[in-house]
C-alpha cells in the first residue's frame, strides 16, 4: 500500500476486480484468495459492489466457508465492513461458522487483532448474532487472554459490543480493568479513549477506577486540549 501510494493501487484493484469478474479467472479462485481480496480492497478502502457480491456469494458456499480458517473468515468480514458492503448471506455464514464450532477451536486460533476486527467488522455491518458475540467474549474473558490486546483492540471490541446492543458488562468491565493500566492509558488515542468511554455509558457500565485514571490521563500535559470536538463530546 505505501510504495504503490493510495490513487495508483486503488486504480490497480479497480482494473483486478474487472479481471476477476471475468470467468475464467473467477473459475479458478479460492476461498483463501477470495477472503484475502475482500481484506485488500477494504486496507485501500477501494469500493466495487459487484465484486464484493460475487466474492461473497462464493465464500457463502458451505464447502468454501469450512475450507476457511477464523483468521481469514475475520479478515474478510473486516474488508466488507471497511468498505461497508453488508453481504448478509456471508455474515449468516461466518456467525453460524464460528459460533457453531464445538469448544471455540476456531476463535482460539485468532490472535487480539483480529479477535477486534471481527468484532469490529461484525458491528459495522450491524451483524447481531449473540450466539458468536458470546461465544468471542468468552474467549477474550479466557486464559488471560485479554492481557496481550493492545489499546486499539480494546476501544474496538468494546465500540462493537455498545453498537450492538450487546449488555455484556462482565466484558466491559474487564476491558476497562485492562485498559485502566498506565501503559494502556499512555498509548490510547483521543478517538480510542472516546471510543471506550462512549461504549461504558452505551451498555451503562460505571468503572470509577477506570474514569478516574482516565481523568488523570486527560488532565496529563493537558491531553484532553487536544481532543476534536465530537470525541471531547463522548468524554
Given at each position: ?90 455474515l449468516d ?10 469448544g471455540g ?131
Open positions: 500500500r505505501d510504495m504503490l501510494g493510495r490513487g495508483m493501487g486503488s486504480l490497480l484493484l479497480h482494473r483486478l476486480g474487472d479481471r476477476i469478474l471475468e470467468r475464467w479467472v473467477s473459475d479458478a479462485l479460492t476461498p483463501a484468495q477470495a477472503a484475502r481480496l475482500l481484506y485488500i480492497y477494504g486496507r485501500f478502502g477501494v469500493r466495487k459492489a459487484a465484486l464484493f457480491r460475487f466474492l461473497g456469494d462464493f465464500l457463502a458456499e458451505p464447502a468454501h466457508l469450512d475450507a476457511l480458517n477464523a483468521k481469514q473468515l475475520a479478515l474478510a468480514v473486516w474488508g466488507l465492513a471497511k468498505c461497508e458492503y453488508v453481504h448478509r448471506q456471508y455464514g461466518v456467525a453460524r461458522s464460528l459460533a457453531d464450532d464445538a477451536r476456531r476463535l482460539r486460533e485468532c490472535d487480539s487483532q483480529v479477535i477486534s476486527l471481527l468484532a469490529w467488522g461484525l458491528a459495522k455491518c450491524g451483524a447481531r448474532n449473540l450466539r458468536l458475540m458470546t461465544a468471542i467474549s468468552s474467549e477474550i474473558q479466557s486464559d488471560d487472554f485479554l492481557t496481550i490486546f493492545n489499546s486499539q483492540d480494546l476501544s474496538n471490541v468494546a465500540w462493537a459490543y455498545a453498537t450492538l446492543q450487546i449488555d455484556d458488562k462482565p466484558l466491559l468491565n474487564a476491558i476497562a480493568t485492562q485498559a485502566m493500566q498506565p501503559l494502556y492509558l499512555a498509548a490510547f488515542t483521543e478517538a480510542e479513549i472516546s471510543s471506550t468511554l462512549w461504549a461504558l455509558a452505551t451498555l451503562g457500565v460505571r468503572h470509577v477506577e477506570f474514569m478516574q485514571a482516565v481523568s488523570r490521563q486527560l488532565t496529563a500535559d493537558r491531553f484532553i486540549t487536544s481532543f476534536r470536538p465530537h470525541n471531547l463530546g463522548n468524554v
